[in-house]
């Protein structure tokens, strides 16, 4: 009898939620306690979240030594997303990006080993749908770590460090796509992505860009920019309970589920994350803590 019970239970997903970024400073003696150095900010936050999302990436290419900071500051079981840089979405615009891959893929990004979650692709708002170049640019994201070293071995002169290349296990590498153009909306642009095996992310933004819950991949990356105001605005625990309905549904249907807070201008995102982890762990527990989004 149990042996049945093993081979008919559904797989159950992992859900990740934590914060975009963790350097900022309106977080200090706010999250932050009062006299926290700032080298162990991180490190006090992976104690109360699960994951972070690397967002230094996107601006510049990082070191090597930076990457080995963060897996040796964080927990054995965390996890970090890491942000596509910008060289790559906005100023390429995803054409002939093969040289920036391949710095990007050098820059350090090897160095999270374990720790290696989604990588994130942003487009910028004036990028509308091109099937072609989305397609050409799917084709060479690396899928594995192993490929990913391979790719940068390539790397150009723009990589001002020593490239990090050692993979000591092979892992998988997972995309995520989020858009921000009009045009991102049709069943050509949903097929694509189920085709490379790419999340399309799921962005609250206060209705500024497109809205979708297409599920395009075995996970799903969900990014929460405010549901009333861009940034800035909290989320009420009406509204978290709805996020942790949705998640829980993800989960349960098999899928992997990554959420990151972005709402960080008036220090709301840990206390957010923190709650809608609380949420999803038990949601029969009615109110949420007070605490639960309090500082120290």
């Known amino acids: 009898m149990q042996a049945s019970n093993r081979t008919t239970r559904r797989h159950r997903g992992q859900v990740r939620i934590g914060t975009s970024g963790w350097l900022y400073p309106p977080w ?34 990082q070191r090597p030594a930076s990457y080995e900071t963060w897996y040796s500051q964080t927990p054995d079981d965390f996890v970090f997303a890491v942000k596509g840089g910008r060289f790559i979405t906005h100023m390429k615009q995803l054409r002939g990006v093969d040289s920036a891959l391949s710095n990007f893929f050098a820059s350090g990004v090897l160095a999270l080993g374990s720790k290696l979650g989604p990588v994130l692709w942003q487009l910028p708002p004036r990028l509308a749908f091109d099937e072609q170049r989305l397609a050409s640019f799917f084709d060479v994201l690396p899928r594995n770590t192993v490929a990913a070293a391979d790719l940068a071995r390539h790397h150009d002169d ?31 642009f949903v097929n694509l992505l189920h085709e490379y095996d790419i999340a399309l992310v799921v962005a609250d933004t206060a209705g500024k860009w497109p809205y979708s819950e297409e599920v395009t991949t075995d996970f799903v990356y969900v990014r929460l920019h ?42 709301k995102a840990p206390g957010d994350a923190m709650n809608l982890a609380k949420l999803v ?9 007070r605490s639960a989004g309090d500082a120290n």
């Open 158 to 188: 723009k990589l001002k460090t020593k490239p990090y290349l050692e993979v000591i296990e092979n892992k998988p590498i997972r995309h995520a796509l989020e858009v921000r153009h009009p045009s991102f909306t049709g069943e050509a």
């Open 226 to 267: 405010g549901d009333k105001e861009l940034y800035a605005s909290g989320y009420t625990e009406r509204a978290l309970r709805k996020w942790a309905e949705k998640i829980t549904a993800w989960r349960s249907g098999g899928k992997d589920v990554y959420v990151y807070f972005d709402n960080d201008m008036k220090v």
């Open 281 to 289: 762990d038990h949601p029969e527990g009615g109110a949420i803590p």
């Open 28 to 61: 200090r003696e706010t999250f932050y306690p009062k006299g926290l150095a700032h080298r162990r900010e991180l490190e006090y936050l992976a104690s109360r979240v699960g994951t972070v999302e690397i967002n230094g990436s996107f601006y510049s290419l």
